[in-house]
């Protein structure tokens, strides 16, 4: 099975800061990496799929990258409505999803 | 606009049965295959079962094969899960979630049902 690890598991951060969160696999898993927001009380969101793209609706400030094993989602400018807790997960060996163990980003 | 809505969650005790009901609409269910997914109170995200759009391929986790049975209706535009033998960490948030491909992961979730197994 492939394992997912993200880092780092908490941050704190302040509006206007660039954040990067780190999201490793256990064995290749080409491009098929995905990003989602989750906020309190609510379902997960798709933010970037495929690595890079930008699911519809999703703000450009948030962008992935990545390939092979190692993956990065950045957030080039935090905004009050971002923080949130962060999931990565591979769809690589569909129909078995992996998540990774989520990052959560606190004000500061 | 796509929804999915769960519902069939409560109070269940160990060594129970439930069954979860996933009423999808806004778009053409039957041409996409769907997963469960499950979130115990704090921790992070599970995937649990999928189900191709034909009910052709279906997969499991290790954590509740041989316990779980996911199931459809394109019929009735419907996604099941039948839970027996429960146990207490088997308490999550269940969501239905859509996949559209390989590539593209969860689109859409639903926004939950809490299965509680506890005596």
């Known amino acids: 099975d492939i394992q997912m690890t993200q880092s780092p598991s908490s941050l704190s951060a302040s509006v206007g800061d660039r954040v990067t969160i780190t999201c490793r696999a256990s064995q290749t898993i080409s491009n098929y990496l995905n990003w989602y927001q989750q906020k309190p009380g609510k379902a997960p969101k798709l933010l970037i799929y495929a690595t890079s793209n930008l699911q519809s609706g999703v703000p450009s400030r948030f962008s992935g990258s990545g390939s092979g094993t190692d993956f990065t989602l950045t957030i080039s400018s935090l905004q009050p409505e971002d923080f949130a807790t962060y999931y990565c997960q591979q769809s690589y060996t569909i129909p078995s999803l992996t998540f990774g163990g989520g990052t959560k980003v606190e004000i500061k | 606009e796509v929804q999915l809505v769960e519902s069939g969650g409560g109070l269940v005790q160990p060594g129970g049965s439930l069954r979860l009901s996933c009423a999808a609409s806004?778009?053409?269910?039957?041409?996409?295959?769907m997963d469960w997914v499950r979130q115990a109170p704090g921790k992070g995200l599970e995937w649990v079962s999928y189900?191709?759009?034909?009910?052709?391929?279906?997969s499991y986790a290790d954590s509740v094969k041989g316990r779980f049975t996911i199931s459809r209706d394109n019929a009735k535009n419907s996604l099941y899960l039948h839970m027996n033998s429960l146990r207490a960490e088997d308490t999550a948030v269940y969501y239905c979630?859509?996949?559209?491909?390989?590539?593209?992961?969860?689109?859409?979730w639903g926004q939950g049902t809490l299965v509680t197994v506890s005596s």
């Open positions: 189900i191709s759009s034909s009910s052709s391929t279906i």
């Open positions: 979630a859509r996949i559209p491909s390989m590539v593209q992961g969860v689109d859409y």
């Open positions: 806004g778009f053409s269910f039957s041409s996409y295959s």
